[in-house]
């Protein structure tokens, strides 16, 4: 695969009219090329859901996960070949539900992945149940009377978890969402981004305009990226919704840097005769 080649493949995705899912897959695209990233170097991890599905469409290198497993595979990818650039394409009920270990253990190791969160409040493939950011309160088709659980706040956990780059974007601004998602991919060290996704099957409340009335945009006010006090604070709002570079930090040293055997050369470069392991097999005979 190369520059020449189209990144995605000519076949319509499944996903709803409307969904937000088109705006992430385009600002996907978008990054791609802005980033300057060869594609053969980019290799995209899938979880399993609507977000994920985007596996089908696109002409990346790639794998696909199981339900909340999307960023080991990154995190190995990266440590086995550290020339190329992994993302993973994750569901907020993947990401901060079943893989919520591996969200908050990796980041604190700084593997060099970005990881864009479809946060659409819902379980959506699976028909609109609430998952771990649905509010307090809300309906669902699994909490008929009202979910009991407080919702999980994914950048105070980033923030108060090591994480380098932490943003939040809107599937709904494409550009913005672009420019981020490259920013993101050229950022040594963990990279997330939760971005707030429209499902207007399962999740009507929360619209394009709902957001677009209780979004605020941290350019705006003035806010400094590279103090994660102020970071902190932005993400304990509870007015408004922050949309943009909550914290980088620009010191970032990446994990695979940090490993003496790699990091020189990627371990796939590294000659393997004289690796002797016959000792390691003699232990299974
Ligand atoms: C371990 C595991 N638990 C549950 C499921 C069933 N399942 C498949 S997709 C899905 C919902 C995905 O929701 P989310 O991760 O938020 O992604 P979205 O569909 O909203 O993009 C669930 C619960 C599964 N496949 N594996
Ligand atoms: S169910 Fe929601 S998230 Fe899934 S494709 Fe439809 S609108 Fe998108």
Redesign the pocket.
């Known amino acids: 695969m190369n520059n020449k080649k189209p990144i995605t493949y000519p076949k319509n995705p ?3 009219p ?4 088109y705006g992430i897959w385009g600002a996907i695209k978008q990054a791609a090329i802005k980033s300057q990233i060869p594609t053969e170097k980019i290799v995209i991890t899938y979880d399993v859901g ?2 994920g599905n985007m596996a089908d469409y696109n002409n990346f290198y790639g794998f696909h996960a199981l339900h909340g497993r999307a960023i080991p595979p990154a995190t190995g990818i990266k440590l086995a070949n550290h020339d190329l650039t992994p993302i993973v394409i994750i569901g907020d009920g993947g990401c901060y539900g079943e893989g919520g270990t591996h969200f908050i253990n990796e980041m604190r190791g700084n593997h060099d992945i970005t990881v864009l969160v479809h946060n ?1 409040h ?1 379980y ?2 699976t028909t ?1 149940q609430m998952s771990p950011t649905t509010k307090k309160g809300t309906k669902t088709k699994s909490t008929p009377q009202g979910s009991i659980e407080e919702a999980f706040n994914p950048m105070a956990i980033a923030v108060s978890n090591h994480a380098t780059f932490i943003a939040r974007e809107f599937a709904g601004d494409i550009p913005s969402l672009a420019n981020r998602i490259a920013q993101a991919m050229t950022h040594p060290g963990f990279a997330v981004i939760d971005i707030l ?7 009507p409340e929360q619209s394009y305009d709902w957001y677009r009335q209780n979004m605020v945009k941290l350019e705006d006010e003035k806010h400094d990226s590279t103090n994660k006090e102020a970071a902190w604070k932005q993400a304990m709002r509870t007015d408004k919704l922050p949309i943009g570079l909550f914290y980088q930090d620009k010191n970032s040293v990446p994990y695979h840097s940090q490993v003496a055997e790699i990091k020189d050369k990627p371990l796939v470069d590294k000659p393997i005769e004289s690796v002797d392991i016959s000792k390691l097999v003699k232990n299974f005979q």
């Open positions: 499944t996903w709803c409307g969904c937000g899912n609507c977000s659409n819902r959506s493939l609109g996704q429209p499902c207007v099957v399962f999740n």
